[in-house]
């Protein structure tokens, strides 16, 4: 899931433990784009335990790191980006693969990368055509990568809208053997009504009074951590 610290997200600390709480979560990967500030920031403070993560734009589209340390560069070629995650110790997840309304890897740069992937998105409730994610799920099983799934959420209201259902686990290696005998569970939710909420906070408001609400909850969250 995605929080402030994210520039297409809104969702607040205060907000974030609110959710978790209501929606039963044990772990949570918050993967912001551009940064890992805030789930390190909230890594402490959430009922929860946090996967810190980041979501970064490469050439051939986005990935995603799992169990970093450091912020990832942006704008790499999707080589780079995995190798940049591998010196964290982290994994390689791809998200939304082929969700042609997301800058997302064609087959070709996907393939390349391929043997360095470690899970696929096989499921995104924000994906608007139901096939795409069918799509991914034919490539996950053809080139037998370990299927993933995440709400992908922007605003609270989103969170646990899908869910993995696994086995405990001690860092990313376990988490991965974890994921690989997983259900994938889904909670029925308005794909309409978190797209409005997400596009009410971060696009329906002009842009210098979004930054300034921004800069507020990020000063106050700093200040409360």
Not at 30 to 50: F, K, M, Q, S, W
Not at 131 to 145: Q, S, T
Request: with cysteine; proline share 6%.
């Amino acid at each position: 899931m995605h929080t402030m610290w994210s520039g297409d997200a809104t969702t607040t600390p205060d907000e974030l433990r609110d959710a978790v709480v209501a929606s039963d979560l044990d772990v949570l990967c918050i993967t912001d784009h551009g940064t890992v500030n805030g789930a390190l920031a909230l890594a402490e403070e959430l009922p929860c335990r946090v996967v810190v993560g980041q979501e970064v734009r490469t050439w051939a589209g986005e990935l995603i790191g799992l169990f970093l340390q450091e912020r990832l560069p942006y704008g790499l070629p999707a080589h780079e980006a995995v190798a940049a995650i591998r010196e964290q110790g982290g994994l390689v997840y791809v998200p939304h693969p082929f969700d042609r309304l997301h800058a997302v890897p064609d087959y070709e740069h996907l393939l390349d990368v391929l043997d360095d992937v470690d899970a696929i998105e096989v499921f995104n409730p924000r994906v608007a055509f139901k096939p795409f994610n069918e799509e991914a799920v034919r490539f996950a099983a053809k080139y037998r990568i370990v299927a993933g799934a995440g709400s992908d959420s922007h605003v609270a209201q989103g969170l646990g809208s899908v869910r993995i259902r696994m086995r405990d686990f001690d860092g990313p290696e376990e988490f991965l053997e974890s994921l690989r005998e997983a259900d994938i569970v889904r909670r029925p939710t308005s794909l309409l009504y978190v797209q409005a909420l997400k596009f009410l906070e971060t696009t329906a408001i002009p842009p210098a009074a979004r930054r300034a609400r921004r800069e507020r909850r990020v000063r106050r969250a700093t200040r409360k951590a």
